[in-house]
């Protein structure tokens, strides 16, 4: 349940010649602002939870219930949104503010199906924001964002999620790398169309960083891992840490999002990541309101 009582300023803006607002721009600028007592209702209700949050931060971290508060790009909420009448979902609410704010994230959750246009929507949003992505991507171009999972069958679900996530933003050229039977040659084909994002298993992957040293990471600022905890059970530690590694020093994002925090991972995260925000959100709640979702969805078809 939203809070009723968020407070709402609309303010419209004035012609920069005469003062005045012109008919055609008297769209409502909604500014949210919310209180901490909100702020917890909110976290609440959605089973949201921030590890460490101390006394004398009084300032929440960011945390939203509607699309528009999110700092999203517009063509991004058509996307996730088009009907203009659902919110996020608890692990939207948190995952998408922090990541348009390019801050590093360990969030602790289901694998449920929001979890993934949760990490998409700021990962399009920094990318398509990039004064690289103006560019012409030439060949061999190295990408500027990285997702990384655990087979085969979360990769592919990855890049249609993303394939329909940025319908209408110019457009974004993403590569795949999650075949095992694909030769040297038919993964250096792959990585030369020059993509602005690679998704791939951590297999693959880690072969294209450290064997065949075909995967480039030198522009890549935003990497999102999905499932990390799965991959190092598996034994892809030397390979999450190659990639972890390799990324930039300078304007970097890391996103880890994981169902157990297992020591290794942590030490890690510990090493990588800076100054992260660790959150989890409530496995029973977050079913809740995805099956509440659809079959509001249902209703509406």
Known sequence: MVPNNINTQKRLRPDSATGDVPPEKKK?????TMSLLQW?????DNGIKFKGLRADRPRPEPIHHSWFASGLRS????AVDPTGDRGPLPMQMVAVPLGVQARDLIALCAPVSSKISAYLLPMLQHISQSELFERRRRVWSPPLALVVVPNRDLAEKVVRVMKRLSHDLRHVMVSSIMDDGLSIKEHALELRRGSHVVVGTVGQLGKCLLETRLLMMKECGYLIMDEPDNMMRTGFDKEIEAILKAMPRWRRTIHMYTETMPMSLERLAKKYLRGPINVSVDKAVSMEKALQRRAAEKVQK
């Open 28 to 32: 409502r600028v909604v500014v949210h």
């Open 40 to 44: 917890g209702i909110l976290c609440k």
């Open 75 to 78: 063509e991004l909420i058509r």
